[in-house]
T-cell receptor, first 111, second 113 residues
């Protein structure tokens, strides 16, 4: 059974800092990996989707990498802003389109 | 405006009642999903459907039921058999091809009184 772990559970940084969020998974036979953002009381917003054949994806200040063999993904946020404060969720996709989620990293960016 | 809508935003249920949560999408996606989110836990899959008139149980289907009569709609019924239904419920949809990126609705918060 696929298990997804996100470290750290919470992170607080000053504005402008570059930061890395980590995601690890136990079964490397994945179809894709998706990073989401969730604001309090809201739904999830898709940030980046990495197919299993890809190594990384970039969108603006965000860069996500995938290393299937080691069961790891990282989300890099450059020049963090207070508006980046949210919970970031990593989810691993199986061949039947089902996603397995981690518990998330709560990010606070202080002005 | 393309997207996923869920209603109601807040729902209160008395013990012993069945309630139905609505999920509609206009993204022309074949697949739709229902998740449950509890504090301190990751999202857990309740049911999913990859095509009209077909659906499969997820990891925590007991006490829930769904239907998929139309491509754009995937309602979830929380029955009285669900022992701990208070949670945040999220609906999602995706294509079923290679790029099956999931998109989520705004959620429904269900509280049992």
């Amino acid at each position: 059974k696929q298990e997804v772990t996100q470290i750290p559970a919470a992170l607080s940084v000053p504005e402008g800092e570059n930061l890395v969020l980590n995601c690890s998974f136990t079964d490397s036979a994945i179809y894709n990996l998706q990073w989401f953002r969730q604001d309090p009381g809201k739904g999830l917003t898709s940030l980046l989707l990495i197919q299993s054949s890809q190594r990384e994806q970039t969108s603006g200040r965000l860069n996500a990498s995938l290393d299937k063999s080691s069961g790891r993904s990282t989300l890099y946020i450059a020049a963090s802003q207070p508006g980046d404060s949210a919970t970031y969720l990593c989810a691993v996709g199986g061949s039947n389109y089902k996603l397995t989620f981690g518990k998330g990293t709560l990010l606070t960016v202080n002005p | 405006d393309g997207g996923i809508t869920q209603s109601p935003k807040y729902l209160f249920r008395k013990e012993g009642q069945n309630v139905t949560l609505s999920c509609e999408q206009n993204l022309n996606h074949d697949a739709m999903y229902w998740y449950r989110q509890d504090p301190g836990q990751g999202l857990r899959l309740i049911y999913y459907s990859q095509i009209v008139n077909d659906f499969q149980k997820g990891d925590i289907a007991e006490g829930y039921s769904v239907s998929r009569e139309k491509k754009e709609s995937f309602p979830l019924t929380v029955t009285s058999a669900q022992k701990n239904p208070t949670a945040f419920y999220l609906c999602a949809s995706s294509e079923t091809g290679e790029r099956n990126e999931q998109f989520f609705g705004p959620g429904t918060r269900l509280t049992v009184l």
